[in-house]
């Protein structure tokens, strides 16, 4: 049973655009959710996260969106530039073990074209 | 800050044979370290945690006698995959927390494994 889904595996959106990636989560005990980047043939790296009780967070051009009640939340980059490209996993973490633990979801491939 | 390497970036055995992976906290200690496995187009699997000093906890359906885990110092996790065998090429990436329950993680750049 996936935990963290993204029903979207690609996107594609014109530069200067807003991209906007999206992720589902069943499980309403995680802490905290994270969005993190990964070009090809290299380890993800951290992007932006957002606490359980808050709905927003903001950082420069990427903004994280969390909808408790409908166990949703979205990416939002604005205004999207070529280097984004790159695939964009969310994850959940959880405080409920004593070294947390991420799930990841499968990933949504973002192409911003030129 | 927070930097962790692996090494290699990419081996190329054959099958039988066992390959390490290193995955070390350049510039911070991490008490916990994680290691992941990346088929093409899919997620990132948790295969299993490790915290300095003791057992690894291994991700149900991972196989610990396949797939070794050891966090020897508070800068280093190796994991060795044992017998390798072709369905075990992919791409393994280790993250690593500076504390328990630190919800950031930083990852290394990953290793390539290809079993022939």
């Known amino acids: 049973d996936q935990q963290v889904k993204q029903n979207s595996p690609s996107l594609s959106v014109q530069e200067g655009r807003i991209s906007i990636l999206n992720c589902d989560y069943t499980?309403?005990?995680?802490?905290?959710f994270l969005w993190y980047k990964k070009y090809p043939a290299e380890g993800p790296t951290f992007l932006i996260s957002i606490s359980s009780i808050k709905d927003k967070n903001e950082d420069g051009r990427f903004t994280v969106f969390l909808n408790k009640s409908a166990k949703h939340l979205s990416l939002h980059i604005v205004p999207s530039q070529p280097g984004d490209s790159a695939v964009y996993f969310c994850a959940s973490y959880s405080y409920n073990t004593n070294a947390g633990k991420s799930t990841f979801g499968d990933g949504t491939t973002l192409t911003v074209k030129p | 800050g927070a930097v962790v390497s692996q090494h290699p970036s990419w081996v190329i055995c054959k099958s039988g044979t066992s390959v390490k992976i290193e995955c070390r906290s350049l510039?911070?200690?991490?008490?916990?370290m994680f290691w992941y496995r990346q088929f093409p187009k899919q997620s990132l699997m948790l295969m299993a945690t490790s915290n300095e000093g003791s057992k690894a906890t291994y991700e149900q359906g991972v196989e610990k006698d396949k797939f070794l885990i050891n966090h020897a110092s508070l800068t280093l996790s190796t994991l060795t995959v044992t017998s390798a065998h072709p369905e075990d090429s992919s791409f393994y990436i280790c993250?690593?927390?500076?504390?328990?329950?630190?919800?950031?993680?930083?990852f290394g750049p990953g290793t390539r494994l290809t079993v022939l």
């Open positions: 993250s690593a927390s500076r504390n328990s329950g630190d919800n950031e993680q930083f």
């Open positions: 499980n309403s005990m995680f802490d905290y």
């Open positions: 510039d911070f200690q991490a008490t916990t």
